[in-house]
């Protein structure tokens, strides 16, 4: 499993650098993001849904930022 901290970014930044990182993973791949910016939970979770890439465990809570779990797609 892969980490990256992103811990004191800002929107847009943990979602691109996340999507770079992932993009430079083989397939299958586990990525463990911690971002602590309010508007991570929704760029992040987008950016899962439109590249294919699995979310498997984000924080709880609308709008909540924290620890994120992803598994790189095909």
């Known amino acids: 499993m892969e980490r990256l901290d992103l811990c004191g970014l800002k929107c847009p930044l ?3 650098k996340t ?4 993009a430079a993973l083989p397939p ?4 463990e993001v911690l971002a602590d910016d309010p508007l991570a939970a929704l ?16 924080p709880r809570g609308g709008g909540a930022a924290g620890r994120f779990l992803i598994r790189r797609g095909s």
Do not use: K
């Open 14 to 16: 943990p979602a691109l």
């Open 19 to 22: 999507a770079r990182r992932l």
């Open 28 to 31: 299958g791949t586990l990525l």
């Open 43 to 58: 760029d992040i979770g987008h950016l899962c849904r439109s590249e294919g890439h699995e979310l498997v465990e984000q």
